[in-house]
């Protein structure tokens, strides 16, 4: 990748843009966007984007890709900033606009001369630094709003994503936008500065960006045993029931001995009660 440094980026780009800029007023003619990803080792992966106008492009001669990726990584002038060879780059066009994107994969920003911005690791903190010198460092000291009739130049958008939880934030041009993101918005005439320090891993960071990882990973882990134990029970088939024999009772016979009597009857002794004597017949006349 061809990528410029940071405090010379500006200068660079001005000396493409500026003499257009004093023909024609163009507002928003030039930009540059960033994502950058930064792991634990302060190490880098993303894209950079610069952006031109058309309009402004065709002042300078540039009138298709190749004229534009010339004039975009010609070396110039020592005021135009050295231009190192770190990634993949490739020129694009939209209706309006000529872009210039770089791709860069772990690379390491610790000189200012490496692009726009320094990542430095200093124990387990992480220190993203980027320095804009805005129309100040355009044309050498000249004041670029003179040259280029008050037109702005566009915007400068870096967004950054720390592999730990942000500690600290210092300048006007910056918003953390979560525990491990950022976002560097600012004009390109103006000057700023913007640090970002972070920690170095999200072990022990217990930011809710960690406490939602947990959570998430828990109930994962419950739907899967849920699912396992629904699969089994579905594979196993139930085993015939077995008839059931009701037990034959099998009732005895039991004889039992006829019982003796052993009670002796006594015939009680039978009266006759004697009878009434009947009269004797009365003598026929």
């Known amino acids: 990748m061809r990528t ?20 024609v007023s163009l507002t928003g003619c030039l930009s540059m ?17 610069i952006g031109l106008q058309k309009q402004a492009a065709n002042m300078l001669g540039m009138t298709d890709l190749d004229s534009f990726s010339s004039g975009i990584t010609s070396e110039g002038s020592d005021s135009a900033g050295s231009v190192l060879t770190t990634g993949d780059c490739t020129a694009s066009e939209t209706d309006t606009d000529f872009v210039y994107t770089c791709a860069f994969s772990e690379q390491a920003f610790t000189d200012p001369a490496d ?12 220190t993203f630094a980027l320095v804009n010198e805005g129309s100040e ?16 130049m566009g915007d400068l958008t870096v967004n950054v994503t720390f592999p730990g939880e942000i500690t600290s934030v210092t300048g006007t041009m910056v918003e953390k936008t979560s525990d491990t993101t950022a976002t560097i918005k600012g004009p390109m005439a103006d ?22 990882l947990i959570v998430g990973l828990v109930l994962l882990a419950i739907i899967v045993i849920a699912v396992v134990v629904a699969l089994v029970m579905r594979g196993r088939k139930p085993a015939p ?10 009732a005895e016979t039991v004889t039992e001995p006829m019982a003796v009597a052993d009670e ?3 015939a ?8 009434a004597e009947e009269p004797p017949p009365a003598p026929q006349a």
């Open 241 to 250: 029931a077995a008839a059931v024999v009701a037990p034959v009772v099998v």
């Open 264 to 266: 002796t009857v006594v």
């Open 4 to 23: 410029i440094a940071p405090r010379r980026l500006n200068r660079r780009l001005a000396l493409v843009t500026v003499g257009a800029l004093a023909v």
């Open 268 to 275: 009680e002794p039978v009266v006759e009660e004697p009878k």
């Open 191 to 212: 000057v700023f500065e913007v640090t970002i320090v972070s920690k170095a891993s999200g072990a022990g960071g217990g930011g809710i960006g960690t406490i939602l």
């Open 33 to 49: 966007t960033a994502d950058v990803n930064v792991n634990s080792d302060a190490k880098a992966s993303g894209t950079l984007a």
């Open 137 to 152: 460092g355009l044309t050498g000291g000249e004041d670029a709003a003179a040259l280029t009739g008050g037109a702005s």
């Open 115 to 126: 692009g726009p911005w320094t990542i430095t690791k200093t124990g387990e903190e992480i």
